[in-house]
């Protein structure tokens, strides 16, 4: 594949979303009063989950989507459509009782914002007024994650800032191999308030590693100031501590401790590059996206970000080493609106209007892949929750209708979302939602994904059997 590249003068973008206050989160398709989550749910080693089929090899990197019409064909004369279109009256109670247990507690949530924002607003505070960091003077502040999505499941103690940092006069280069996932991000010329310590020995290439450290001790030196002057409230109350960087992850994350030593709240804090459209050729928004939420949606007017996340580098599926200096393109902020956005109607879930099943069934999804790993956590340690979001999007776009996501219709609502996944599984194709032409599941081992279709020899019997043990 030959290297894509743009170069583009990069005006300053608005900010991409009104910033709020986390106990009155009102987006659309949110939870109201309060907020909703879920538990895991309990589920018995003893029945399956999915179907068996034997998975092609996946590519070492990100392979075209692959089409196959031979597990539909199976499943139709199998019968499986139409028992889904109709669990037993028993399955339908459990879901459903379930689904009820999946709101917050209020108390839970006044009391996480209160310690998010004690440490968030004065540290953004932190990075703009002080003349040593000149650069961080137009930093902007984009919530993401599952808490603004509103699909946080167990309890609202960890939080996803993503802290934008303007760059003009840029050129971003798509690394090859790698279907529009990763680029290298090189300055035209030099800026003034860009600082040296960001840039490679060339002068010109921007170091996502060198970023991501210099941010990290912008966070360490916040922290230890803040127990110094007393300026930050909760440091009466809690512990502030910045966590060992993890491998390979883009984010510094600060966890707040209570007084037994015990962690109440973590926040991931993420530094990014903020790139105005358009966006990059491999990257897109469908007809289908159109369809569902209309024409009016003009989510490529929006910025997107680089995050310093790195690929790695494998021999076969063993992976040798991450390799460095290149940037991982985000679309959390697109994600996070079209979730809050999810209704053609254009008030689906607001107040007084129709209310929908939508975050409930990814809810249920999620927490299911929480207790899958729970019981096998050496299996499928790779199953992560970003899978499940991914192929509900692709759910949306088949199911577009409001009335398709009655919460009456909750159980087979939630079977058709995870009778898709299944499908993605036996397939072994999950193309991100974003970029068409990479499949997510380039970085699920084979044998593990394997081991999540044979799984007990799963039919659909014996799913259903699962959720019945498992749910209630």
């Given at each position: 594949m030959p290297a894509?590249?743009?170069?583009?003068?990069?005006?300053?973008?608005?900010?991409?979303?009104?910033?709020?206050?986390?106990?009155?989160?009102?987006?659309?398709?949110?939870?109201?009063?309060?907020?909703?989550?879920?538990?895991?749910?309990?589920?018995?080693?003893?029945?399956?989950?999915?179907?068996?089929?034997?998975?092609?090899?996946?590519?070492?990197?990100?392979?075209?989507?692959?089409?196959?019409?031979?597990?539909?064909?199976?499943?139709?004369?199998?019968g499986w459509s139409a028992a889904l279109a109709m669990?037993?009256?028993?399955?339908?109670?459990?879901?459903?009782?379930?689904?009820?247990?999946?709101?917050?507690?209020?108390?839970?949530?006044?009391?996480a914002a209160g310690i998010f924002n004690g440490f968030i607003d004065p540290f953004i505070s932190y990075l703009k007024e002080c003349p040593e960091r000149p650069y961080f003077k137009k930093v902007t502040k984009l919530t993401t994650g599952s808490y603004y999505e509103f699909v946080k499941i167990d309890h609202p103690d960890e939080f996803d800032v993503m802290l934008a940092l303007p760059v003009r006069s840029y050129l971003y280069t798509e690394v090859v191999d790698w279907n529009g996932l990763y680029y290298k991000v090189t300055l035209q010329r030099q800026s003034r308030s860009f600082p040296k310590s960001?840039?490679?020995?060339?002068?010109?290439t921007v170091s996502p590693v060198k970023v991501?450290?210099?941010?990290?001790?912008?966070?360490?030196?916040?922290?230890?100031?803040?127990?110094?002057?007393?300026?930050?409230?909760?440091?009466?109350?809690?512990?502030?501590?910045?966590?060992?960087?993890?491998?390979?992850?883009?984010?510094?994350?600060?966890?707040?401790?209570?007084?037994?030593?015990?962690?109440?709240v973590s926040i991931d804090l993420v530094p990014a590059l903020e790139v105005s459209p358009p966006w990059p050729e491999s990257c897109g928004v469908g007809k289908d996206v159109e369809k569902w939420l209309g024409k009016k949606t003009?989510?490529?007017?929006?910025?997107?970000?680089?995050?310093?996340?790195?690929?790695?580098?494998?021999?076969?599926?063993?992976?040798?080493?991450?390799?460095?200096?290149?940037?991982?393109?985000?679309?959390?902020?697109i994600e996070k609106e079209i979730l809050n956005n999810h209704g053609n109607t254009k008030t689906c879930c607001e107040s007084y209007h129709t209310k929908c099943?939508?975050?409930?069934?990814?809810?249920?999804?999620?927490?299911?892949?929480?207790?899958?790993?729970?019981?096998?956590?050496?299996?499928?340690?790779?199953?992560?929750?970003?899978?499940?979001?991914?192929?509900f999007f692709h759910t949306l776009t088949q199911w577009k209708?409001?009335?398709?996501?009655?919460?009456?219709?909750?159980?087979?609502?939630?079977?058709?979302?995870?009778d898709d996944f299944i499908r993605h599984v036996e397939n072994t194709n999950l193309p991100h939602f974003l970029i068409p032409n990479c499949n997510l599941f380039y970085s699920f081992p084979p044998k593990d994904l394997k081991f999540l279709l044979e799984h007990r020899n799963g039919s659909f019997k014996d799913t259903v059997l699962w959720l019945s043990r498992g749910i209630g």
């Amino acid at each position: 594949m030959p290297a894509k590249s743009r170069s583009k003068q990069s005006n300053r973008a608005p900010e991409c979303e009104k910033q709020r206050k986390i106990p009155q989160r009102t987006a659309r398709g949110g939870r109201g009063k309060g907020a909703q989550d879920e538990e895991g749910i309990e589920g018995s080693e003893k029945a399956a989950i999915l179907s068996p089929s034997a998975p092609e090899q996946l590519s070492a990197h990100c392979p075209h989507v692959r089409q196959t019409g031979s597990t539909q064909r199976r499943r139709e004369s199998a019968g499986w459509s139409a028992a889904l279109a109709m669990p037993s009256q028993d399955v339908v109670v459990r879901i459903k009782k379930r689904a009820k247990t999946l709101t917050l507690k209020q108390e839970e949530i006044t009391k996480a914002a209160g310690i998010f924002n004690g440490f968030i607003d004065p540290f953004i505070s932190y990075l703009k007024e002080c003349p040593e960091r000149p650069y961080f003077k137009k930093v902007t502040k984009l919530t993401t994650g599952s808490y603004y999505e509103f699909v946080k499941i167990d309890h609202p103690d960890e939080f996803d800032v993503m802290l934008a940092l303007p760059v003009r006069s840029y050129l971003y280069t798509e690394v090859v191999d790698w279907n529009g996932l990763y680029y290298k991000v090189t300055l035209q010329r030099q800026s003034r308030s860009f600082p040296k310590s960001f840039l490679l020995e060339d002068g010109n290439t921007v170091s996502p590693v060198k970023v991501l450290e210099e941010f990290r001790k912008h966070v360490s030196q916040f922290i230890v100031s803040s127990y110094e002057s007393k300026q930050v409230p909760l440091t009466d109350r809690w512990k502030i501590k910045l966590s060992r960087k993890k491998q390979n992850s883009p984010a510094a994350t600060v966890v707040i401790l209570d007084d037994k030593g015990d962690e109440v709240v973590s926040i991931d804090l993420v530094p990014a590059l903020e790139v105005s459209p358009p966006w990059p050729e491999s990257c897109g928004v469908g007809k289908d996206v159109e369809k569902w939420l209309g024409k009016k949606t003009k989510l490529r007017n929006n910025p997107f970000y680089f995050v310093a996340k790195q690929p790695k580098q494998c021999d076969g599926y063993v992976m040798l080493f991450y390799i460095a200096e290149v940037w991982r393109i985000s679309f959390s902020h697109i994600e996070k609106e079209i979730l809050n956005n999810h209704g053609n109607t254009k008030t689906c879930c607001e107040s007084y209007h129709t209310k929908c099943c939508r975050k409930i069934c990814i809810r249920l999804l999620k927490s299911l892949f929480k207790d899958l790993k729970k019981n096998y956590p050496r299996q499928l340690s790779h199953l992560c929750s970003y899978y499940a979001k991914t192929s509900f999007f692709h759910t949306l776009t088949q199911w577009k209708e409001d009335s398709d996501w009655k919460p009456s219709d909750i159980a087979s609502c939630f079977l058709r979302v995870l009778d898709d996944f299944i499908r993605h599984v036996e397939n072994t194709n999950l193309p991100h939602f974003l970029i068409p032409n990479c499949n997510l599941f380039y970085s699920f081992p084979p044998k593990d994904l394997k081991f999540l279709l044979e799984h007990r020899n799963g039919s659909f019997k014996d799913t259903v059997l699962w959720l019945s043990r498992g749910i209630g």
